[in-house]
């Protein structure tokens, strides 16, 4: 059953942080407003980081931290937000893995109705599979964010993390406490003992390496002028801007275009 338990929840703190729907009734308020439990199926890595932000940041339990992703998400750009739910970032790709390899664990949490209706909206346009699958999207993106500027630098992941889990989180007296944990260990950009980024990637066997996901980086030919695919060829700032001047110059040349046009009747649409 999709929906285990429906219970009032207006008195949430998100609520008073996000932009709420419109709404024509006081009657369509609470049930928009009401909180829906369900059981999400994830991966391990990523219950472990909701769990672990939901202490780092101060948030109430676990349902709270993802919610504050479903708001983030909800929040984005159209640009983004097709970044986020049509591109395929297979960090937990199941070519050449066992099923075994895969396993999920659940997180029975409960999200605000309107949040679920968005959910079953981006599932529908999107052809996501499941609205379960769509959060893994959610968590799979804003993890790789993190994941990206940690490889730079452990500082600069921590620093991106607390960017994300802080937003509209300005007067929560919550966040502060948590910062002040943490600036107990040590100063707030540089992590503290015990708290060090993607350490649950070691119990996960179907997750790659930091040198495994920067091969695969390095093999891939789309986007050779993001900036994973510099960092995973370890360029420098004005590296990268050579080799990007290189390659626009092959890119743009009369050959290339004659190429591309070849394809695109070939192909039809798909490659236009």
């Known amino acids: ?57 101060g948030f109430d339990d676990p349902d709270e931290t993802l919610r504050h992703l479903l708001y983030l998400a909800n929040s984005e750009s159209s640009k983004q937000k097709k970044l986020i739910f049509r591109i395929k970032r297979c960090l937990h790709c199941h070519v050449g893995a066992r099923g075994s390899q895969h396993q999920k664990v659940r997180l029975i949490a409960k999200i605000h109705r309107f949040q679920l209706e968005w959910l079953q909206n981006v599932t529908t346009k999107c052809s996501i599979k499941s609205i379960e699958k769509c959060v893994r999207i959610i968590c799979d993106f804003y993890q790789s964010r993190v994941q990206e500027a940690a490889l730079r630098s452990k500082e600069e992941g921590v620093a991106k993390e607390h960017e994300l889990f802080s937003v509209r989180r300005e007067t929560d007296g919550r966040l502060a406490k948590a910062m002040e944990a943490n600036d107990s260990c040590s100063t707030f950009n540089s992590p503290r003992e015990g708290c060090a980024l993607n350490n649950d990637l070691q119990s996960d066997p ?29 360029e420098t700032a004005e590296e990268t801007a050579a080799r990007r001047c290189k390659e626009l110059l092959i890119e743009q040349s009369e050959e290339a275009k004659k190429d591309r046009l070849l394809i695109r009747k070939a192909l039809g649409s798909v490659m236009g």
């Open 206 to 234: 179907a997750a790659c390496s930091a040198e495994e996901t920067l091969a695969a980086i390095r093999k891939c030919q789309v986007g050779r002028g993001s900036s994973s695919y510099a960092t995973a060829l370890g």
């Open 1 to 57: 059953q999709l929906l285990r338990n429906t219970t009032m929840s207006l008195r949430l703190e998100d609520l008073s942080r996000w932009p709420l729907p419109p709404m024509a009734s006081p009657r369509e308020s609470v049930f928009l407003l009401s909180s829906v439990e369900h059981v999400w199926d994830l991966m391990p890595t990523h219950l472990q980081w909701i769990q672990d932000c939901t202490l780092r940041y």
